[in-house]
């Protein structure tokens, strides 16, 4: 017969299980949803979210592997220094450790970073001073929550980049670095995926919107001061979109769980 203390144990060691499996659902499905956008280049880019219950490591996607491709077996747990945990013979590519990690461990709210080469939102990027407009709906969900990055330094090669892009998120939750793309943080994996939906479907718009120079109409600033920083409403739409991709997906694709 367990005591009490045996069966709070027990208890604990399956919660943290399942919130790990579920985690892992979580991720291959944002993966696989977010190929099916276009945001992946090349077999570059990460995904990635503190373990639960253990927020010294992290759950990542493999090197050399297509978004489109993604399965719970084959996602990575690693720790913030490199070395990798998980017995599945797969590695996590290098910029994972440099940009990912660093966040991950300096930032306690960035339970999921997400970092891509999304077109539009690069594009605004690339631009001199390019900054996110407040012109559609959309964007009022950003207003002062974007950092921009001012000090492209070459590709992310050390743990020192992503703690200096660490210290320029502070208490946004998105950062768009300059001549390189956007990086998207949330307190959930489906919170920053509607997230960086939002972002790249607000720059599209933005482009579309100046082609040919026209000025844009700004939303007022009374307007967008008016929303919450923190909207449950937003935690609620992140739970909502990240069961609907997963049911979509387990229709659809069901070997993502595999
Ligand atoms: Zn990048």
């Not at 920053?192 to 939002?198: E, K």
């Not at 909502?240 to 229709?251: E, G, K, P, Y």
Request: charged share 20%; net charge negative.
């Amino acid at each position: 017969m367990l005591s009490a203390n045996n069966r709070t144990v027990r208890e604990t060691n399956v919660t943290q299980d399942e919130a790990i499996g579920q985690a892992k659902i979580e991720l291959a499905a944002a993966l696989r949803w977010a190929a099916r956008l276009g945001y992946q280049s090349g077999v570059c880019n990460h995904f990635s979210v503190a373990v639960p219950g253990r927020p010294d490591l992290m759950l990542i996607n493999p090197e050399g592997f297509f978004w489109a491709e993604a399965r719970v077996s084959d996602l990575v747990i690693a720790q913030h220094d490199g070395a990798i945990l998980t017995e599945n013979g797969h590695t996590v590519e290098q910029t994972a450790f440099c940009i990912h990690a660093p966040i991950h461990r300096l930032l306690p709210q960035a339970t999921a970073v997400l970092h891509t080469h999304m077109h539009h939102a690069t594009a605004i990027c690339m631009r001199k001073g390019g900054t996110v407009s407040p012109s559609y709906l959309s964007a009022m969900s950003f207003y002062l929550r974007i950092a921009y990055d001012r000090g492209f330094d070459g590709p992310a090669l050390t743990p020192a980049e992503g703690e200096r892009l660490a210290g320029l998120i502070g208490d946004s939750f998105v950062l768009m670095m300059e001549n390189h793309g956007p990086l998207v943080i949330g307190s959930t994996i489906g919170e920053a995926l509607l997230r960086l939906t939002y972002l790249e479907d607000t720059c599209k718009m933005q482009l579309m919107a100046e082609a040919g120079g026209h000025e844009l109409s700004k939303i007022p600033t009374q307007l967008m001061a008016a929303i919450p920083k923190d909207v449950p409403r937003f935690k609620n739409y992140g739970r909502q979109f990240m069961a609907a991709i997963v049911r979509t997906l387990q229709r659809e694709e069901p070997d993502f769980l595999t």
